[in-house]
């Protein structure tokens, strides 16, 4: 029993280190900052920020460092709907900020209040790099582009700094959090667009796939940060809405892109949307080899084509997927003609006498007072003739026969 308790702890502990779901669980620290300008009002002095990433990472890769930014309160609202900018000084030792500079935050209307809204930042690791990444906040500039200029400075005097480990990982992939680019189909009017939404997305590849069949990918994607949503804007259509996740394919003569949908739940004007818990893409190689696979556009409404909502996935960066596509086993079926062996009989000649019958242009009368019998009356000679003349003939055979009967007594 002690050695089935010490394997039992040995493989658990394997199983633990091992599960995907540890080395993608985020990691957020909050860092306090101190705020001057003419943006802020009440909330000016003191802001609690934090900064999120993955709580591992691979060399030579990147990885989605989130800026969460609270809410706030303006000290004028401004006098049209307008949003929130957002730059960050990011300082990760080893590694580079990719896509330093402004990104854009929370959308603000005509009103003091700012909702809370995530940035987010890619951060390189260089190939090579072992132990950790480590990120140090810096200057945080706040600022409304129009219809003022006001801004707002934020510095932090923390020394402390957000450690992300680096393993030696592998595999063909980077980011599974997808940042997408989201807007109304009428490309503006909305407060709540355009939107930043960062997604988790997970792809489940088919076990085995064969050429010139339908292989199905399962699509998984949750939203990182409660201060990000997908609201539904005003005229989003609320019976039956759907959405539309787009996968894009290389390789094995698979399709560049491939569509499937699911059926959203309720949905209400102004508020969050709720993404499906997956959505199943078909894609149908047409020869063997590998299929690799990444994120594509979503899409939300009633149309693929036309929808209400379209968020666009960034085209580099994206973690890869891949399975293989082997030929198809099954034996094509083939018919074939039996062949006849048996000699066909001759065939019988048959003549066909073709026999004219002209009808009797006279008609037949039926006598008065008499059944109607069809032909007689003067059909032809009576028939009592025949019988009288059969009579007498009968009568002269009788006496032509006593005669001789007679004469032959005589003789004798």
Request: charge should be neutral; include cysteine.
């Amino acid at each position: 029993m002690g050695l089935t308790g010490t394997l039992a702890i040995f493989v658990g502990s394997i199983f633990v280190v091992s599960t995907p779901t540890a080395a993608l669980a985020a990691v957020t620290k909050q860092f306090s900052y101190t705020c001057t300008g003419s943006l802020l009002g009440s909330t000016a002095g003191t802001i609690s920020v934090g900064l999120s990433a993955p709580d591992s990472a691979t060399a030579g890769t990147t990885f989605d460092l989130t800026v969460k930014i609270p809410e706030l309160t303006l000290a004028t609202a401004p006098t049209a709907a307008t949003t929130l900018q957002v730059n960050a000084t990011l300082a990760p030792t080893p590694g580079s900020i990719q896509d330093p500079g402004a990104k854009t935050g929370a959308n603000v209307t005509t009103s003091t209040t700012v909702p809370a809204k995530d940035v987010v930042y890619k951060v390189s690791v260089p190939t090579g790099t072992t132990g950790k990444v480590s990120v140090k906040p810096g200057q945080l500039v706040l600022s409304l582009p129009s219809p003022s200029t006001a801004t707002t400075t934020c510095t932090t005097q923390s020394t402390e700094a957000l450690d992300v480990t680096i393993g030696t990982g592998g595999g063909g992939g980077t980011d599974d959090v997808v940042e997408y680019d989201c807007d109304v189909a009428s490309g503006g009017g909305d407060a709540d667009y355009p939107a930043d939404v960062d997604i988790k997305v997970t792809m489940t590849p088919p076990t085995s796939a064969t050429a010139n069949a339908d292989a199905s990918i399962t699509w998984a994607g949750v939203i990182q940060s409660t201060g990000q949503t997908l609201k539904a804007p005003t005229g989003f259509p609320t019976t039956s809405p759907k959405m539309f996740v787009t996968v894009k394919a290389t390789g094995a003569g698979a399709p560049a892109t491939a569509t499937g949908e699911a059926t959203l739940g309720t949905v209400t004007i102004g508020q969050a949307i709720t993404l499906p818990t997956s959505v199943t893409v078909k894609i149908k190689p047409t020869t063997t080899g590998t299929v690799t696979l990444t994120a594509g556009d979503l899409a939300f409404g009633t149309s693929a084509s036309s929808p209400a909502i379209k968020c666009l996935a960034p085209t580099t960066g994206l973690k890869t997927y891949t399975f293989q596509v082997g030929s198809s086993t099954s034996t094509p079926t083939t018919s074939s003609t039996p062949t006849n062996t048996t000699s066909s009989p001759k065939p019988t000649k048959t003549s066909t006498a073709t026999v004219t019958v002209t009808p009797s242009t006279k008609k037949s009368k039926t006598p008065k007072a008499g059944a109607d019998t069809g032909g007689g009356g003067e059909a032809g000679p009576d028939g009592r003739m025949f019988i009288l003349t059969g009579t007498a003939l009968v009568g002269a055979a009788a006496v032509g026969g006593l005669v001789m009967r007679r004469r032959n007594a005589t003789r004798g």
